[in-house]
C-alpha cells in the first residue's frame, strides 16, 4: 500500500481583518497571541503565520517591538515553523509592514503577488457594535482600499528574504497574482519550491466557488509546473469547505482566526486550535497525514528554526 500524503497545516493566529469586538476569542496581546500559536502547533500546525496587535486596543502593528516578546516566547516553547506577515494590514505602507521579517529573518514569510482592491466594508451589516473607533472606521475605508503590492514592492521584499534566507508564502488573491509570480520565477527572484497560498473569498479577489478553486489550480499546474507546493485558504464560512476539496486535490491546507472568526454556523471558534483540530480530523478521514514541522521544512526546502534572527 502506498504512503499516506502528508499534508502541511498553516494556522494563521490572529491576522488584520477581523478587530478585537468581533470575538471574545481572537488574541491581541503579545501572550495571547503566542499561547494561540502553541496551541495550534500542538493541535497540528506545522507553520504558524504571524501578524501583531498593539496591546493597547487591538490596531493591527508591524512595530518589531510588539512582535519581538511573541517570537522569542514561540522559539522558547514550539518547534513550529514561525512565517512573520510582510503583509500586516493594507492600511499600512510597505515600508512599515515589511520591518519585522527583515529585522528578524524568518525561516519563511507571507508575500502579496499584486495591488488589489481589499473590500471588508460588508461585515459592517454584521458586526455594529465596536469597542474602538479604529474597528468601524477601519472597515468602512475599505470602500475605497486598494492593498498596494506593486511589481517594486514585490521585488524589494523578495530581495530582503532572499538575503536572509528566508523563503516565501506567495499568497495569490486573483489568477493575476500567479502570472505575477511565474514573471517573478522566470526571472529567478522567487525560488523553487514555491509556496503558493491561493486564497479565496476575500472581496477584490477570486471568489470561493470549487470551480474557483479548479481554475486556480489549473493555471497554477500551467505557468509554474511541478515546481511548487500548493495550499488553500477559503475566507469566512469557506474555511473548512474549500481545504477539504483542495486537500483531496492534493493540496496543504491554511485555517485560523486570521481567515475565519468561525467553527460552524453563527458558532465563533473558540481557538484557533479548535480550527486546527478539525481540519486535522477531516484530513486524517481522507487518510491523509499530517506533516511535522521538520517535515514541512522539507518539502518547503527552510533554511532551519536555528538560522533565524530572534
Known sequence: ?????????????????????????????????????????EAGAAIVHMHARDPKDGRPSQDPEHFAPILDKLKRNTDAVINITTGGSPHMTVEERMQPAALFKPELASLNM???NFGLYPMLDRFTEFGHEWE????????????????????????????????????????SHLNNLAHFHARGLARGPLFVQSVFGLLGGIGAHPEDLMHMRRTADRLLGEDYQWSILGAGKNQMPLATIGAAMGSHVRVGLEDSLWIGPGQLAASNAEQVTRIRTILEALN??????????EMLQLKGRDQVGF
Request: net charge negative.
Open 1 to 41: 500500500m502506498a504512503a499516506a500524503r502528508k499534508v502541511i497545516i498553516t494556522s494563521a493566529v490572529t491576522g488584520a481583518i477581523h478587530t478585537p469586538s468581533m470575538s471574545p476569542h481572537l488574541p491581541v496581546s503579545p501572550d495571547e497571541i503566542a499561547d494561540a500559536a502553541i496551541g495550534a502547533a
Open 288 to 297: 491523509f497525514e499530517v506533516a511535522t514541522p521538520d517535515e514541512a521544512r
Open 114 to 116: 499584486g495591488s488589489m
Open 136 to 175: 468601524r472606521e477601519g472597515l468602512e475605508k475599505s470602500r475605497d482600499l486598494v492593498f498596494k503590492n506593486t511589481f517594486q514592492d514585490i521585488e524589494t521584499i523578495l530581495g530582503i528574504g532572499n538575503a536572509n534566507g528566508t523563503r516565501f508564502e506567495f499568497e495569490c488573491y486573483d489568477i
